[in-house]
């Protein structure tokens, strides 16, 4: 992110990433060229791109460093962290969308984007410099391998006929969870973790002996979420394109 706000800073600062200023007498004003405009896309993309890989883990990532299960007020404890949070998030658009706004509009985009990379900057700073005092935890699987075994155990498992509604042990799931028996939703991908063996199909742990093989009900749960919001995704991407479709309708 702090590479893109960098680049985007550039695009204000330096005088060959933007084009000529526009003709007074003709009203008429130059496309930028191709490199120019590559440029402002790559900006565009690193920020979003490092957006997307903190935003979603920092709330987590904070969690982690107040969980403890041995504090009976743990629960109150993590509470408080998701109030402050979201309170700190919310003051920090509200900052965005009336302090760098307002620098921008009466000092102009040089100083808009420059406080903007510094303080980016000193974010940065301030997290490496902490980074010996975190908890780190370390993943246990990769969450891409577990939809692929869902999708591979399925299509194995696909002439398998589905147990009684009411016979959740044919089901296997995590130890100490709360899911007994996987949602008919998509039904198809509950085949992914019936058992078919006890013997053979859970180890001595309870875990699974061959995850290619059998799958637990939470994955199969997690992969669902995820097909859910694909829809969600692509009209969005369709709604964008119209209204870039529309945009340049009103220009020509």
């Not at 200023?21 to 440029?39: E, N, V, W």
């Not at 949070?85 to 509009?105: E, H, K, N, P």
């Not at 093989?213 to 939470?218: P, Q, T, W």
Request: some cysteine; proline content about 6%; overall charge positive.
């Amino acid at each position: 992110m702090l590479q893109g706000m960098i680049l985007l800073w550039l695009t204000a600062m330096v005088p060959e990433p933007k084009p000529p200023t526009c003709d007074l007498l003709t009203q008429r004003c130059r496309s930028p060229t191709a490199a120019q405009m590559s440029l402002l896309i790559s900006s565009f993309v690193l920020i979003s791109i490092g957006a997307g890989g903190v935003r979603p883990c920092s709330l987590a990532f904070g969690a982690d460093q107040l969980d403890r299960r041995d504090n009976p007020k743990n629960d109150r404890v993590l509470e408080s962290f998701f109030g402050w949070y979201y309170a700190s998030a919310a003051i920090s658009v509200l900052i965005a969308l009336t302090g760098i706004v307002y620098i921008q509009d009466h000092l102009g985009y040089r100083f808009g984007f420059g406080v903007s990379a510094i303080l980016m900057l000193l974010s940065v700073l301030v997290f490496f410099i902490a980074s010996p005092l975190y908890l780190k935890l370390n993943p246990s699987k990769s969450l891409l391998t577990g939809f692929l075994q869902v999708m591979v155990v399925a299509y194995k498992n696909r002439n398998l006929t589905f147990p009684l509604p009411d016979s959740t042990g044919s089901y296997h799931h995590r130890r100490d969870s709360n899911i007994a028996a996987p949602t008919h939703k998509l039904r198809f991908l509950n085949k992914a973790c019936i058992i078919k063996n006890p013997g053979q199909d859970i180890a001595s742990d309870g875990s699974a002996s061959n995850p290619w093989s059998l799958c637990a009900v939470e994955q199969v749960e997690e992969l669902k979420a995820l097909i859910k919001v694909l829809p969600l995704w692509y009209l969005s991407m369709l709604l964008l394109e119209r209204i870039q479709e529309m945009m340049k309708g009103g220009e020509t």
